[in-house]
């Protein structure tokens, strides 16, 4: 450890955090500390400027000298309207910058807590992605909805979600600006019309709103803090939900956001512990083991030779042996991989494949825009500021449900490919699906939807 960390060492991860951990150690209690890797974070908070600066002033002397030599800066949090001055910091002799904001663990914190700096460049990172899905979600050629959906979590949703128990205290108009890229970003996953009610969405899709999976996450991160008595948290939830109750005016802090959260669920917290199950070891042998494991398995023997007269190969299941001859310039390698290549053609299951109904791209951007009622002919004079469209034959305004179900015009066609005087059954199996689009495609309506 004198002469530093070895590089390329499966212990380097180790080594450097116990070398690091020793940084803050002889710290002023009331001076709190976070460390990850290199990254050392102080703070405190006080009454006065001048009760905070001594305080912080004595941890920052004992950081340097154990060793601390980098680029400080530091936050001054508070509300204030009225001027005031911040504090004056040193690390050695140099001054520590003061900044409005500082970025930590990936949250960016500015001098406020207001998280608007946060959620902005939040929303700057995920509109780059989603022109990603411009691109991917072609209606025409583009990616399946199933497949798209799986990269929207991946790559935009995880964005999102990091960090949003803390940085869920922000204003409700700040939160509603991601519900803004949520939305698009599953408009384009499923290639609803831009007017597609909120709610569809969240059905066609299966994803929940913003609002619920921070309350998710909430929920499962302070259940899992609380389950620990050591984690350091379990403190700062009780004395912040204390705190919020004497002064309401504040915001609101993420245990009062939870207590509030269990109230609204009608979920109170146990007063009892809850011993959990105690599992018992059964000691059985390998050989009942294995006839438990294998009994509906078919056990297949086979192997592949080579002589000076030739090269063969066999497998032997179920008592019957099955053998032939191979080529004679074939080595025992080639003999035993033409065995081993046929098992891979067994199918696990003699169930009947829909793969003559599986929908493309096209057919399924057209899908959900029927299942949610918005189409490209029904609803576009929202977009243009033109009134809405009517039936040319009863003039009554067209909708998804006249032009499925009640369109006197094409009666014939309905009944020649079996569409039903339902939307919902229509729309709920492929099978009723490849029907109605046939019917559409027939009547000259498809390509416009």
Same mark, same amino acid.
């Given at each position: 450890?004198?002469?530093?960390?070895?590089?390329?060492?499966?212990?380097?991860?180790?080594?450097?955090? @116990?070398?690091?951990?020793?940084?803050?150690?002889?710290?002023?209690? =009331?001076?709190?500390?976070?460390?990850?890797?290199?990254?050392?974070?102080?703070?405190?908070?006080?009454?006065?400027?001048?009760?905070?600066?001594? &305080?912080?002033?004595?941890?920052?002397? @004992?950081?340097?000298?154990?060793?601390? =030599?980098?680029?400080?800066?530091?936050? +001054?949090?508070?509300?204030?309207?009225?001027?005031?001055?911040?504090?004056?910091?040193?690390?050695?002799?140099?001054?520590?910058?003061?900044?409005?904001?500082?970025?930590?663990?990936? *949250?960016?914190?500015?001098?406020?807590?207001?998280?608007?700096? +946060?959620?902005?460049?939040?929303?700057?990172?995920?509109?780059?992605?989603?022109?990603?899905?411009?691109?991917?979600?072609?209606?025409?050629?583009?990616?399946?909805?199933?497949?798209?959906?799986?990269?929207?979590?991946?790559?935009?949703?995880?964005?999102?979600?990091?960090?949003?128990?803390?940085?869920?205290?922000?204003?409700?108009?700040?939160?509603?600006? !991601?519900?803004?890229?949520?939305?698009?970003?599953?408009?384009?996953?499923?290639?609803?019309? /831009? %007017?597609?009610?909120?709610?569809?969405?969240?059905?066609?899709?299966?994803?929940?709103?913003?609002?619920?999976?921070?309350?998710?996450?909430?929920?499962?991160?302070?259940?899992?803090?609380?389950?620990?008595?050591?984690?350091?948290?379990?403190?700062?939830?009780?004395?912040?939900?204390?705190?919020? &109750?004497?002064?309401? %005016?504040?915001?609101?802090?993420?245990?009062?956001?939870? #207590?509030?959260? *269990?109230?609204?669920?009608?979920? /109170? *917290?146990?007063?009892?512990?809850?011993?959990?199950?105690?599992?018992? %070891?059964?000691?059985?042998?390998?050989?009942?083991?294995?006839?438990?494991?294998?009994?509906?398995?078919?056990?297949?023997?086979?192997?592949?030779?080579?002589?000076?007269?030739?090269?063969?190969?066999?497998?032997?299941?179920?008592?019957?042996?099955?053998?032939?001859?191979?080529?004679?310039?074939?080595?025992?390698?080639?003999?035993?991989?033409?065995?081993?290549?046929?098992?891979?053609?067994?199918? /696990?299951?003699?169930?009947?494949?829909?793969?003559?109904?599986?929908?493309?791209?096209?057919?399924?951007?057209?899908?959900?825009?029927?299942?949610?009622?918005?189409?490209?002919?029904?609803?576009? +004079?929202?977009?243009?500021?033109?009134? /809405?469209?009517?039936?040319?034959?009863?003039? %009554?305004?067209?909708?998804?449900?006249?032009?499925?179900?009640?369109?006197?015009?094409?009666? #014939?066609?309905?009944?020649?490919?079996?569409?039903?005087?339902?939307?919902?059954? =229509?729309?709920?199996?492929?099978?009723?699906?490849?029907?109605?689009? &046939?019917?559409?495609?027939?009547?000259?309506?498809?390509?416009? !939807?």
């Amino acid at each position: 450890m004198e002469n530093g960390i070895p590089q390329g060492s499966p212990l380097s991860c180790t080594l450097f955090s @116990i070398a690091i951990n020793e940084i803050a150690t002889g710290i002023d209690d =009331n001076v709190s500390h976070c460390i990850y890797v290199d990254d050392v974070t102080l703070f405190c908070s006080g009454k006065t400027i001048g009760d905070i600066s001594r &305080k912080i002033q004595k941890s920052i002397n @004992i950081i340097h000298k154990n060793g601390a =030599n980098t680029k400080p800066k530091y936050v +001054h949090f508070c509300r204030l309207r009225k001027p005031h001055n911040d504090p004056t910091l040193y690390l050695g002799q140099q001054i520590i910058r003061g900044v409005t904001e500082v970025k930590f663990l990936g *949250l960016i914190f500015d001098s406020k807590l207001t998280w608007r700096s +946060h959620i902005a460049n939040l929303i700057v990172r995920c509109r780059k992605v989603l022109n990603i899905f411009k691109t991917l979600a072609h209606t025409v050629w583009g990616a399946e909805p199933k497949t798209l959906l799986k990269v929207y979590q991946a790559l935009v949703l995880s964005r999102i979600d990091y960090g949003c128990q803390a940085y869920s205290s922000a204003r409700n108009s700040m939160l509603k600006q !991601l519900d803004t890229i949520h939305h698009a970003g599953i408009r384009y996953c499923i290639g609803a019309f /831009p %007017t597609s009610p909120v709610e569809s969405l969240y059905c066609e899709s299966g994803l929940s709103s913003l609002q619920i999976r921070r309350n998710r996450l909430i929920g499962t991160y302070f259940l899992k803090t609380l389950a620990n008595p050591s984690n350091p948290n379990n403190e700062f939830i009780w004395k912040s939900s204390e705190l919020y &109750k004497t002064r309401p %005016t504040i915001t609101r802090p993420a245990g009062a956001r939870f #207590i509030s959260l *269990l109230e609204s669920l009608n979920f /109170p *917290l146990p007063e009892i512990l809850i011993q959990s199950a105690q599992q018992q %070891t059964i000691n059985i042998t390998d050989n009942i083991l294995s006839r438990i494991c294998n009994c509906n398995r078919l056990i297949i023997f086979m192997d592949g030779s080579k002589t000076d007269n030739g090269v063969g190969c066999a497998f032997v299941v179920k008592g019957r042996q099955y053998s032939w001859t191979l080529h004679k310039y074939w080595s025992v390698y080639s003999a035993e991989h033409n065995v081993g290549g046929h098992l891979k053609n067994i199918r /696990p299951s003699v169930l009947l494949q829909p793969t003559h109904f599986s929908l493309n791209r096209i057919n399924e951007v057209k899908m959900h825009r029927l299942r949610i009622g918005h189409t490209k002919l029904t609803h576009c +004079h929202l977009l243009q500021g033109r009134p /809405p469209p009517s039936c040319d034959e009863c003039e %009554t305004q067209l909708t998804v449900q006249h032009i499925l179900c009640n369109y006197p015009k094409f009666e #014939i066609e309905r009944r020649t490919h079996g569409v039903k005087h339902d939307v919902a059954s =229509n729309l709920s199996s492929k099978e009723c699906v490849l029907q109605v689009l &046939k019917y559409l495609k027939e009547i000259n309506i498809f390509e416009e !939807l």
